[in-house]
């Protein structure tokens, strides 16, 4: 008899654990297209019409980080999105933009109206199943021209709404302002995210803080912009541009080994890749709930 209680007592307390856990609904399981089937996103499409883009890049980022650092940042942010809203993430590009790193091996690029020529077929495929609300994520500066212009395109000629949650968004101008001058590619900022996210994919062993070169012309403007700030706006017009354009500014002109920062990628640390990944996370998601009451 005691033995029956307490049987029905813990089996009492299971089911009311697991009730609990699934009535919270903040966490579930990421939503990724290519992991569900037809029967899935049919089911899906009866109670939202919601979709999450994200967008990456295949390129250098320094001797110790993954070409793919973009693109794993953006998939790891938006399964989290997805994980706490319950919004599809659909993945369609590996590459973006990113002709300005070639000269180190291993970069891919596409052309910035190739790209977005992919994207807007994509949500046209997306739009004939009634996805009508598409969210771009994007983690890569280089794709920002694009994820505009595709944005402008499915709102301007389509039926369609379209808007940015990823970087180059109104939601992330905080994550857009750097904590550290300069701290652009690979160094402090990104291998905290990448320690964070992936640190399976991480070679601390060859992190090394880069040589920085600019051209004199960059060097005056960054002397001027001490009295003149407003000046850093053509000085970082200068950089990340292809070596066609004999501006000095890409990539392998720039730093000796692919990382853009005067940090150093040693002081890198899984807890400031926490903050900052979980910054763009909550503004993400208060966004998308934000959004979810209004109606179809
Ligand atoms: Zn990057």
Do not use: C
């Amino acid at each position: 008899m005691r033995i029956n209680r307490s049987k029905i007592l813990i089996s009492g307390l299971i089911i009311f654990l697991l009730s609990a856990f699934s009535l919270a609904g903040t966490e579930s399981k990421a939503l990724i297209l290519q992991e569900m089937s037809w029967v899935d996103v049919q089911e899906y499409l009866k109670s939202s019409d919601m979709v999450i883009i994200p967008l990456g890049s295949t390129e250098q980022h320094g001797p110790h980080l993954p070409l793919g650092t973009d693109y794993y940042e953006a998939m790891e942010i938006t399964k989290t999105i997805s994980e706490q809203t319950g919004v599809i993430v659909a993945p369609v590009l590996w590459v973006g933009y990113s002709l300005y790193h070639s000269g180190f091996q291993g970069t891919l690029s596409l052309k910035p109206e190739t790209m977005e020529q992919v994207l807007f077929e994509t949500v046209e495929m997306l739009m004939k199943y009634g996805f009508d609300r598409f969210m771009f994520f994007n983690y890569h500066g280089g794709n920002n021209i694009v994820q505009s212009k595709v944005i402008h395109r499915i709102n301007h000629t389509t039926e369609a709404i379209a808007i940015s949650i990823g970087h180059g968004s109104t939601l992330q101008k905080e994550a857009d302002e750097e904590e550290e001058f300069f701290d652009w590619h690979s160094g402090k900022n990104e291998t905290s995210i990448m320690l964070y996210l992936r640190p399976d994919l991480v070679r601390m062993d060859r992190a090394k803080k880069p040589k920085i070169t600019f051209t004199p012309k960059m060097k005056e403007l960054r002397e001027l912009a001490k009295k003149y700030p407003e000046l850093l706006e053509v000085w970082s017009s200068l950089l990340g541009v292809p070596a066609i354009t004999k501006k000095e500014g890409a990539s392998h002109e720039l730093s000796n080994n692919g990382i853009w920062s005067f940090s150093d990628p040693n002081e890198a640390t899984i807890k400031i890749g926490k903050q900052t990944v979980n910054k763009m996370i909550k503004k993400a998601v208060k966004f998308i709930k934000a959004w979810k009451l209004a109606k179809k």
